[in-house]
């Protein structure tokens, strides 16, 4: 089975924090994504990566940044954390070649800025 | 991209079958609907893809008319453990911007 780890399911941070969530991938894949879920609003994308040091915008990339310097590993940073940053962040794998539309994602990692 | 627009919340009885209906209008020729089931606590998870008229699996049935402009999950003889938020995607071969849309929450009551 495809696996994607999310390093911290719960974070609480501070304002002005700077903030990595981590998300590694064991399938080899390609494309890795990072959504952010609210209430009412759905999966937004962040940022999506493509291949090692490559990444694009998504819909909402103000205010993250994001770093693929492995394959299997995507981090997102919040270069200082604001409160309307509080939110669940999904990380999300898929194969170049595959499905289209198939991800595989992690549990979430539930961010709280205080 | 398509830009899909789904119910946001439905509930239903235990045994029953339930429809959750996406629409799609501005669907591409290269478009494929997919599924996704969400649980509280997870990431969503893929369940069912179709390009048009009907596909099943273990899990659903996706039905998708000629003009492609919406499709409809089916979940046959639902029960409590069905109980999750339901999002449609309409996604292309070989492009990577996937945009869900809302979802819809679907309760199942006993």
């Known amino acids: 089975d495809v696996k994607v780890t999310q390093s911290s399911r719960y974070l609480v941070k501070r304002t002005g924090e700077k903030v990595f969530l981590e998300c590694v991938q064991d399938m080899d894949h390609e494309n890795m994504f990072w959504y952010r879920q609210d209430p009412g609003l759905g999966l937004r994308l962040i940022y999506f990566s493509y291949d090692v040091k490559m990444k694009e915008k998504g819909d909402i990339p103000e205010g993250y940044s994001v770093s693929r310097e492995k394959k299997e590993r995507f981090s997102l940073i919040l270069e200082s954390a604001s409160t309307n940053q509080t939110s669940m962040y999904l990380c999300a794998s898929s194969p170049t070649g595959g499905r289209a539309g198939e991800l595989f994602f992690g549990e979430g990692s539930r961010l709280t800025v205080l | 991209l398509a830009k899909t627009t789904q119910p946001i919340s439905m509930d239903s009885y235990e045994g029953q079958e339930v429809n959750i209906t996406c629409s799609h209008n501005n669907i591409a020729t290269n478009d494929y609907i997919t599924w996704y089931q969400q649980f509280p606590s997870q990431g969503p998870r893929f369940i069912i893809q179709?390009?048009?008229t009907k596909v099943t699996n273990e899990v659903a049935s996706l039905f998708i008319p000629a003009d492609r402009k919406s499709s409809t999950l089916s979940l046959p003889r639902v029960s409590l453990s069905d109980t999750a938020v339901y999002y449609c995607l309409g996604a292309q071969l070989g492009t990577y911007k996937y945009i869900f849309g809302t979802g819809t929450r679907l309760k199942v009551l006993a």
């Open positions: 179709g390009y048009k």
